[in-house]
């Protein structure tokens, strides 16, 4: 589990790739602190785990299905990505819960200052945009942001001076994709209301006195 505070960019040092797999070599430093060999790290967003690692950089294996899922297929050397550990049981919660399981990527439309913060618009398909609320909490490449608007075919996250500064998002142009995980607890609650699964309905409701 992660918060999305995102802890030190780091650097693609190598990129071993072939049809069925790819390693990622990647600089870095404050992560590997504490860190050992099969820890989770997530790099933009996505959960990986450390099956080498040295004192200033780390190896993790990603999949056929995280390639085509995440933006992690479109890295090259030299490329700079968001990493973050995974929570420690004492850790605190300076973001909002994120698994590290990408649900897919949207497209960076525009970015806007606004006074000292930066207005990003990403468009998303409505699959993803069913659970962006405003408000609400969404990480995008693996940073916890609030939504400050959505409609139908995209929303907008507001950035302050400090994220800008500390992760990826700014680097990135119009047309560029980014890692999207929406707020794991509107899929539960979605999940439980379909009947199919026998989760919450309006009979249930009535029957335990809530009507």
Known sequence: M???????????????QSPNRCELELSATKVLEGTQIGDSIAVNGVCL????????????DVMPETLRR???GQLKTGSKVNLERAMAADGRFGGHIVAGHIDGTGT????????????VTISATPELLRYVVEKGSIA???????????????FTVSLIPHTGEETTLLKHRSGEIV???TDIIGKYVEKLMQPKSGGVTMELLQQNGFF
């Open 2 to 16: 992660f918060t999305g505070i995102v802890e030190e960019m780091g650097t693609v040092r190598r990129l071993n």
């Open 49 to 60: 785990t450390v099956i080498r690692m040295d004192k200033d950089h780390f190896t993790a």
């Open 70 to 72: 995440s933006n992690l």
């Open 108 to 119: 960076i439309r525009s970015m806007q200052p606004e006074g000292n913060a930066m207005l």
């Open 140 to 154: 995008i490449d693996g940073i916890s942001l609030t939504v400050a608007k959505v409609s139908h075919t995209d």
């Open 179 to 181: 890692n999207l995980e």
